[in-house]
């Protein structure tokens, strides 16, 4: 991985030079609509509900096994987590609705939203049983970029995860994020150690990846049952 630079005064290196740069705008509340699913601005006594029977559908609780809280025992519990950490502008919480029916099925968070220096990343991911391995898993990342790159500007786009969390770190590599190192002994949660994985997606990435998001969400993509001709990865070459 090559590091821009050119050289000050005195010969010495130093970052590239950015001209005319100005902060950027925070994200805002507005829905993020695509073809297969839709993004709300998360409001609990709205969509607590609907969330809780969603995320319950994971009988084993597999889906809770990363993230620093949950599973939570019933909804009031649930609720009451909601209403702690998820009605702030950062995170930004957003609730995954099926454009077929209306259904939740799942949320996502932008976070660490800094833009001053253009920097956001995503995270609190979670995708209940209902939308794991469905296209709109891949176009709720496109629609989350999308309004970071195209409508807001930003310069780097991050995502991090526990370095055991296979899963994640595929679906990161999946979506066009590039792997940038192990942060160790980053954090504890859950009364264990966590070592953090990084990745990132910048400006000058989102027009290859953006290219690949659009060639895969395209209709003529899926045949007759809905099942994808061409993957992701494949659109990316």
């Known amino acids: 991985m090559s590091i821009e630079s050119q050289n000050n005064t005195l010969g010495q290196p130093v970052g590239l030079d950015i001209d005319n740069w100005q902060s950027c705008r925070p994200p805002s509340r507005d829905a993020m609509t695509g073809r297969f699913c839709r993004l709300d601005p998360l409001v609990v006594d709205k969509h607590a509900t609907c969330l809780f029977e969603a995320f ?3 009988s084993s609780h597999r889906n809770w096994t990363y993230l620093p809280y949950g599973p939570f025992e019933d909804l009031a519990s649930f609720i009451e987590w909601l209403n702690a950490y998820a009605t702030c502008s950062d995170p930004l919480f957003y609730v995954v609705v099926n454009q077929d029916n209306d259904e939740i099925v799942g949320m996502a968070s932008y976070l660490r939203i800094t833009p001053e220096i253009g920097t956001i990343e995503v995270g609190h ?3 209940s049983p209902k939308m794991q391995r469905t296209p709109m898993a891949t176009e709720t ?3 989350m970029m999308t309004r970071v ?6 310069r780097r786009y991050e995502w991090k995860c526990d370095a055991l969390n296979a899963p994640s770190k595929k679906a990161a590599e999946r979506f066009g994020f590039g792997f940038e190192g192990l942060w160790r002994q980053a954090t504890m949660y859950k009364e264990r150690n966590r070592d953090t994985t990084w ?3 910048i400006d000058k990435d989102w027009p290859q990846i953006k290219a690949a998001y659009r060639a895969w969400l395209d209709p003529g993509n899926f045949d007759e049952s809905g099942d994808q001709k061409s993957k ?4 990316k070459r």
């Open 125 to 127: 991911i979670h995708f």
């Open 199 to 201: 990745y990132a997606i």
């Open 141 to 143: 990342m496109y629609l």
């Open 232 to 235: 992701l990865n494949t659109c």
């Open 56 to 58: 319950s559908v994971d």
């Open 149 to 154: 790159f195209d409508e807001l500007g930003y």
